[in-house]
T-cell receptor, first 114, second 118 residues
């Protein structure tokens, strides 16, 4: 059972570079979301999606883009990386049926922007 | 706007002692509430959740939490802490969809780090 898979696990970027963090889930979950985790700040919601073709902004969306062309994939794009985007990023998915509400998290992607 | 406050940044408890981690939320309706635990270098694991009904909910690893609407609180408790409980604990409130479903995404508190002393 793969669950939620994030790649890459580690990445170093220079300021101004762009990159995409990949997230894929094999549980047929409709809901997917991206969070960033910074020391003392907990996890903050960047963007989320309630289904293919539907995305919305979270608490800290600036500097990030997302798209959801398939149920399985929810990539997060950094258009022009800044040092403030140095963080650990978590992708999560959840089941839309019923009211379970449990999020399944990936292992995280540690991004450093120099 | 939804928000979650965890007043304690760091708590140290002796092994075998009881534990209570505080969580207060701000939400306009009956919230969906969660507690997650994160061990160092790991992802997050769900401890327990509250949607409706009985306000005292039981979770994994011997944890429980009580929803108190009048206090906008959802405190996490454990009667006897084990050294393996040392971790960071996050309280979260869930966004509802228009169809009143839970779990689209969560708003997390900043976390409480639990240390266990021997």
């Amino acid at each position: 059972n793969a669950g939620v898979t994030q790649t890459p696990k580690f990445q170093v970027l220079k300021t101004g570079q762009s990159m995409t963090l990949q997230c894929a889930q094999d549980m047929n979950h409709e809901y997917m979301s991206w969070y960033r985790q910074d020391p003392g700040m907990g996890l903050r919601l960047i963007h989320y999606s309630v289904g293919a073709g539907i995305t919305d902004q979270g608490e800290v969306p600036n500097g990030y883009n997302v798209s959801r062309s398939t149920t399985e994939d929810f990539p997060l794009r950094l258009l022009s990386a800044a040092p403030s985007q140095t963080s650990v990023y978590f992708c999560a998915s959840s089941y839309s049926g019923g009211n379970t509400g449990e999020l399944f998290f990936g292992e995280g992607s540690r991004l450093t922007v120099l | 706007a939804q928000s979650v406050t965890q007043p304690d940044i760091h708590i140290t408890v002796s092994e075998g002692a009881s534990l209570e981690l505080r969580c207060n939320y701000s939400y306009g309706a009956t919230p969906y509430l969660f507690w997650y635990v994160q061990s160092p270098g790991q992802g997050l694991q769900l401890l327990l959740k509250y949607f409706s009904g009985d306000t005292l909910v039981q979770g994994i690893k011997g944890f429980e939490a009580e929803f108190k609407r009048s206090q906008s609180s959802f405190n996490l408790r454990k009667p006897s802490v084990h050294w393996s409980d040392a971790a960071e604990y996050f309280c979260a409130v869930g966004r509802r969809t228009n169809q009143n479903q839970a779990g689209t995404a969560l708003i997390f508190g900043k976390g409480t780090t639990l240390s266990v002393s021997s």
